[in-house]
């Protein structure tokens, strides 16, 4: 891959800088431990009050709104050759709009800005000082913790391990400063999954605290999470596919949104891996997705006492740390300038194989269909984040072939690229509903 002096410049503090930022957004005491600071908590990068995922949320919100906004308003298509753009077409329009207001206003403004005044749900920058009923003993922590459910968790951890490991069950019981959100988030968290009117506090704390709502595993923690996992997304993929990835995720935001920039649609382009291997690596996401319902299972075994808080807590950690921590954040983001933007959506995201399952056995009617007009130009191709040989589908030898393709074969989000690129219009979204022959196995021929 060709680059500039500036992208070269820019590349060498990217990954290191990726890897502090996601360190210090998911574990700062690791740097504070570093630095020699006694602060296992993370107080130190408390900023004007605020922990720093409001302020990871905050800059990670502002990327993909100034994108979204100058789409929007600069009017031309990101996809294609960039000689002759043609106008954004009305399908890319809706989607950069979804985004922009999901991001700025399901992912920031209600888990974030509301709070600020007293509305809405806590922004986890209060500090409580937290104590705990443990077989009858109350056990109080010697530092007040900062209410981030997953930080607060590794801290209990850190301080009563022994007390976890002797306990047959524990419950958060009181918050100094009766912060009733923080109360019940860390109650579920520990003890209570499928606790009946949980619900908004649950989907809150996902909001707020894992970004994006795409693991499994949180939603055995409340009925309310576990309806939108098991009943919502699966009719959602039935009607439109796996577009939740190009539309509505806070993960997909970010990725949709860099890879229209110019230095980002390079990356999609050159750096995406393609071929009949990368394809068959995507199996690796079956283990992700068995890796996340085995860590929901053992919150159902864990609350009825099956197995001990300690084991749960312990394989949740591994699951945090390797799922969201490295393969998510590290890999997931870090790695857009050598292997385009999806390389966690392709081969991480327990969520996106949920949803293929569900398009491929419900019979989703979703599916991109080639017309007789194809030339084999194959910027299709090349247009494809999650790299799919879309070209494949629809010619071979430059001769229209017409073979739609959905979720059976594919791991297509529906994000319209290849549609926008192709310069002679020969690929359309089926209509929601209708019926295409769609190919059941993939092209003889995959070209890399
Ligand atoms: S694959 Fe997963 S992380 Fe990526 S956009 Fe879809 S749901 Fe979000
Ligand atoms: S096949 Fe087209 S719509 Fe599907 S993910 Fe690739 S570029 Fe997006």
Excluded at 53 to 82: E, R
Aim: charge should be positive.
């Amino acid at each position: 891959m060709k680059r500039s002096n500036a992208e070269k410049i820019v590349l060498a503090i990217f990954l290191p800088a990726v890897v502090l930022i996601y360190v210090i957004k998911s574990y700062p005491e690791w740097i504070t431990g570093l630095l020699g600071i006694a602060d296992p908590f993370g107080d130190f990068f408390f900023l004007w009050g605020k922990k720093p995922n409001f302020w990871y949320q905050t800059v990670y919100t502002a990327v993909v709104v100034t994108i979204c906004v100058k789409l929007l308003i600069g009017g031309k298509s990101p996809y294609g050759k960039p000689a002759g753009r043609k106008p954004l077409p009305r399908y890319q329009k809706s989607k950069f709009l979804s985004i922009l207001l999901v991001q700025s206003i399901g992912f920031y403004f209600v888990p974030f800005v509301l709070p600020m005044f007293g509305l809405g749900w806590s922004d986890g920058a209060t500090k409580n000082e937290i104590r705990i009923e443990s077989q009858g003993n109350m056990v109080s922590l010697a530092k007040p913790v900062t209410y981030s459910p997953t930080q607060t968790k590794y801290a209990l951890l850190v301080y009563l391990d022994d007390v976890l490991a002797n306990a047959d069950s524990f419950q958060v019981i009181d918050s100094e400063d009766s912060d009733s959100n923080s109360h019940q988030a860390i109650g579920i968290e520990f003890v209570q999954p499928l606790v009946p009117g949980t619900l908004v506090t649950v989907t809150a704390f996902h909001l707020a605290h894992k970004m994006a709502h795409v693991y499994l595993s949180p939603s055995f923690f409340s009925a309310g999470a576990m309806l939108y996992m098991f009943f919502f997304i699966p009719i959602f993929v039935w009607f439109f596919g796996k577009r939740y990835c190009s539309w509505i995720c806070a993960c997909g935001n970010l990725a949709e949104t860099v890879g229209t920039t110019t230095w980002g649609s390079k990356w999609v382009k050159e750096g995406t891996p393609r071929g009949k291997i990368s394809l068959q690596l995507e199996w690796i996401q079956n283990l992700m997705l068995i890796l996340s319902l085995a860590i929901g299972f053992s919150a159902v075994l864990n609350a009825y006492h099956v197995i001990r808080p300690a084991t749960h807590d312990r394989i949740w950690y591994v699951q945090d740390f390797l799922t969201d921590f490295m393969f998510g954040s590290i890999i997931g983001v870090g790695l857009y300038p050598f292997y385009g933007t999806r390389m966690w959506c392709r081969y991480g995201c327990p969520m996106a194989r949920w949803m293929k399952w569900f398009g491929r056995f419900g019979k989703s009617t979703f599916a991109v269909v080639p017309n007789d007009k194809c030339r084999g130009v194959g910027l299709c191709t090349q247009a494809c984040p999650m790299g799919i040989p879309v070209a494949d589908y629809a010619h071979k030898d430059r001769k229209p072939i017409e073979i739609a393709f959905g979720l059976e074969t594919t791991s297509c989000i529906g994000c319209g690229g290849c549609v926008a690129a192709c310069p002679v219009d020969a690929l359309s979204f089926q209509k929601i509903g209708a019926k295409t022959i769609i190919a059941l196995e993939q092209p003889e021929t995959v070209s890399d």
